[in-house]
């Protein structure tokens, strides 16, 4: 992010009913128009995390982010740029059912389009571009994804300044940042499963994801350091349940061991593999990457792979 641009976040809510796919618009009250929900990021937060809480805010609907769908850039009236990211996002029944959406001082109404009746009543060319791209993905087939999200945990404590064995090596003050950081664009994401190598930092790391989900972590030492520099982990048996279960999870690990998950995601859903699986895997302490998969059929491959770092 650069100090001077303004960075926004949204979505293309979506929802099939009668077979048939519908496009949320939101008419906003102070400027007439229609547009996508999207606002702007709160001092803290991550774009994920934005995206989601805004689309809450302005339609009521609670979403799970899907696959990130482009990028918009408009100057504004201060000659400040405006940088907004898009996610798409199903509206499920469930959530449509939950909101307590009535009009506002912001929000004048909520309106459900068809795609191109929603490319024509948008009002700004940017918003068109957006739900064009998002058109081109469901032409390819990509509608319904789920995430599986590989974590490596936050800074921990330096080895040189720790005398206990390297599996208990506690996160540093600023990994337990990190570590509260990351919960809120881990839940955008719909998280609702938990895996972790039993070292403390890995555990901690996904620590304040746990409270915040009310769901236990669940220990694998399939994933570890030590059965990784033994010979003896196994990220074939984990990935393989999560591709099989279709549900949202996270699985937070080691670097050397961040690799072999990217790897065996693409074997498992006959996605070949490439330098991409290199980039997604390198990650920082408390960084995560985002492999979306089709929940109709995650055997036709890796639709995206998105990677998210937290500022601190």
């Known amino acids: 992010m650069t100090d001077t641009a303004i960075y926004a976040a949204g979505g293309v809510v979506w929802r099939v009913i009668e077979d048939k796919l ?14 996508l929900p999207k606002g702007k990021v709160d001092p803290g937060e991550m774009l994920a995390e934005t995206a989601a809480r805004e689309i809450h ?26 940088i907004v990211h898009y996610w798409s996002a199903e509206a499920t029944d469930a959530a449509i059912r939950a909101s307590a959406f009535v009009p506002n001082k912001e929000i004048a109404a909520l309106e459900w389009l068809s795609p191109a009746k929603a490319l024509k009543r948008l009002s ?23 995430p599986l ?11 040189e300044d720790w005398d206990g064995a390297d599996a ?8 337990k940042r990190q570590a509260g ?8 994401f719909g998280v609702r499963r938990i895996y972790s190598s039993p070292a403390a930092r890995c555990v901690r790391t996904v620590k304040p994801l746990s409270a915040a989900l009310g769901r236990k972590v669940e220990i694998t030492p399939l994933i570890s350091q030590d059965a990784w520099e033994e010979g003896e982990s ?7 349940q999560r591709v099989r279960a279709r549900k949202a999870s996270v699985v937070c690990s080691h670097g050397p061991v961040l690799p072999d998950l990217l790897s065996e ?14 980039s997604a895997s390198a990650l920082e302490p408390g960084a995560f990457s985002v492999v979306h998969l089709s929940a109709t059929n995650p055997g036709s491959g890796i639709v995206a792979i998105e990677t998210h770092a937290p500022k601190v």
Not at 168 to 175: D, F, N, V, Y
Not at 181 to 188: E, R, S
Not at 234 to 240: I, K, W
Not at 268 to 274: E, F, V
Request: proline share 4%.
């Open 124 to 146: 700004y060319p940017v918003d068109v571009e957006i739900l064009e791209a998002f058109l081109k993905l469901v032409d390819e087939g990509i509608l319904s994804t789920f």
């Open 181 to 188: 950081v990351i919960v809120g664009p881990l839940q955008a």
């Open 57 to 82: 805010e302005e339609t009521g609907i609670r979403v799970s982010l899907g696959v990130h769908v482009g990028i918009s850039r408009y100057n504004m009236p201060n000659k400040r740029q405006k």
């Open 22 to 35: 519908k496009i949320l618009l939101i008419s906003r009250t102070q400027y007439r128009d229609l547009t």
């Open 149 to 159: 999200i590989v974590l490596r945990h936050a800074k921990a404590v330096d080895r």
């Open 234 to 240: 196994d990220a074939r048996t984990l990935v393989g």
């Open 265 to 278: 995601m693409a074997l498992a859903t006959g996605t070949l593999r490439g330098s991409y699986l290199g």
């Open 168 to 175: 208990a090596r506690p996160l540093s003050t600023r990994g």
